[in-house]
């Protein structure tokens, strides 16, 4: 494995690793969240299917949109969809919203972060189907090891503070997430790459 191989792996795990950081206080705690803010059981499924459902609608679209225009890069977005992120995050910081807006917020969320579960892959085999030797296997394993360790984190930080602290520790998280997408090299689309989301799921 050559240096910048070893580099790009390392840059491709750290995408694993934040992407799956920033899911766990939003998604896996939503539940912890959303009853601390009055939300009810039913309201809370109601939030967990509609943005179920809009990703569902995203990925194939978002997919087929990226095989048909050339010019339009996996890494932008990727970039986008997490800018949206922080913007509807930043809604539920610190906007004085009621329920019924948070509940949106919520949903835009979780619905761009379901989407970009096959993005993120298909991140990594864009660069393997370019010729760089990466193992996919390592680099997603860092996702999940960092997913245990915060998760395990978050239990005791929400405990010994508040869940007030979830979505402000997902906007620093996307903070690192961004970063490290920026830093990645251009890459040549190879001309068998297919965005569609079965491919990557």
Not at 17 to 33: E, L, R
Not at 43 to 67: F, H, N, R
Request: net charge positive; glycine share 6%.
């Amino acid at each position: 494995m050559t240096k910048s191989d070893k580099i790009l792996s390392l840059q491709v795990a750290g995408v694993q690793g934040f992407y799956w950081m920033i899911f766990c206080p939003i998604a896996s705690f939503a539940s912890v969240y959303l009853l601390s803010k009055d939300f009810s059981n039913q309201k809370i499924g109601w939030v967990m299917a509609i943005s179920s459902v809009l990703a569902i609608v995203l990925q194939p679209a978002l997919g087929a949109l990226i095989d048909r225009f050339e010019k339009l890069t996996l890494k932008a977005v990727l970039l986008t969809m997490s800018l949206m992120c922080v913007a509807l995050l930043a809604g539920i910081v610190f906007l004085n919203a009621g329920l019924d807006w948070m509940a949106v917020f919520y949903v835009g969320i979780l619905a761009l972060l379901y989407t970009m579960v096959p993005l993120v892959n298909a991140l990594t085999f864009e660069y393997i189907n370019a010729g760089h030797n990466i193992n996919y296997g390592v680099t997603r394993a860092s996702g999940s090891i960092c997913f245990a360790v915060l998760s395990t984190l978050l239990g005791i930080w929400v405990n010994r503070f508040s869940t007030a602290i979830l979505p402000i520790i997902c906007l620093i998280l996307f903070a690192g997430y961004i970063l490290i997408i920026l830093s990645f090299p251009k890459v040549k689309r190879s001309e068998n790459q297919t965005y569609r989301i079965e491919n990557f799921t």
